[in-house]
Structures are given as C-alpha cells and as structure tokens.
C-alpha cells in the first residue's frame, strides 16, 4: 500500500506560501524598535496613537519620517492599522494579526 497515515509532524506542516508569509512578519517583528513600537501600542491607555504620539513614546530617539516606515512595514505585516484623520496618521495594534502569528507558530496553522 503506498497511501501512508501523516504523521503527527506533517499535520502540522507550514505550506511553503504559509512559510514565507510567517517569514515575511517574523522580519517585520526581528527589528527592536518595532517590538517596542508594538509594546507601546499594546500598553496605551488609548485605543489609538498618532504618530506624534509614537515619537514621544519612544523618547524622540526616532524622526518622525523614521517611526512612519517603521509604521509601514507593521502594517504590511498585518501587525498594525492605521487610519488617517486630516494630516494625521492614527495607529492601532492589529490583535487578530498578533493571534494569527502565535498560532502559526504554536500549530503550524496558516496565516
């Protein structure tokens, strides 16, 4: 008979498109200013944060042009949203985002 049984292990698999989409948010997640960008969305006593906010918070350490790549590749990751209102942007952490990313890697799930 040459149809097997998977294994434990390959229930679990990552397809590769699976894999390197993890890939590509494990990269935006490898840098430290964006896990503390994350950390500081994540402990703001307000739902949102402007990108001023995001500066200051970081204890202008980061231009403010730094802190909005920093903002793009997060939300490319699908780890932050952000909205405009006027002239500024408004950040919110994307928990759904963050819960597919421990689940993928805790059971192999797909993004």
Do not use: C, F, K
């Amino acid at each position: 008979m040459t149809d097997s049984l998977p294994t434990p292990y390959s229930m679990y698999a990552l397809a590769r498109h699976d894999a390197e989409r993890l890939a590509s948010v494990l990269r935006a997640l490898a840098d430290p200013a964006r896990l503390q960008i994350l950390n500081h969305l994540y402990t703001w006593p307000h739902l949102t944060m402007r990108t001023a906010d995001i500066v200051e918070a970081m204890g202008n350490r980061l231009t403010q042009p730094t802190i909005s790549h920093h903002m793009t590749v997060l939300v490319e990751a699908g780890l932050v949203r952000r909205r405009r209102d006027g002239r500024e942007m408004h950040h919110t952490l994307n928990t759904s985002g963050m819960e597919d990313v421990a689940q993928a890697l805790s059971a192999g799930n797909p993004l």
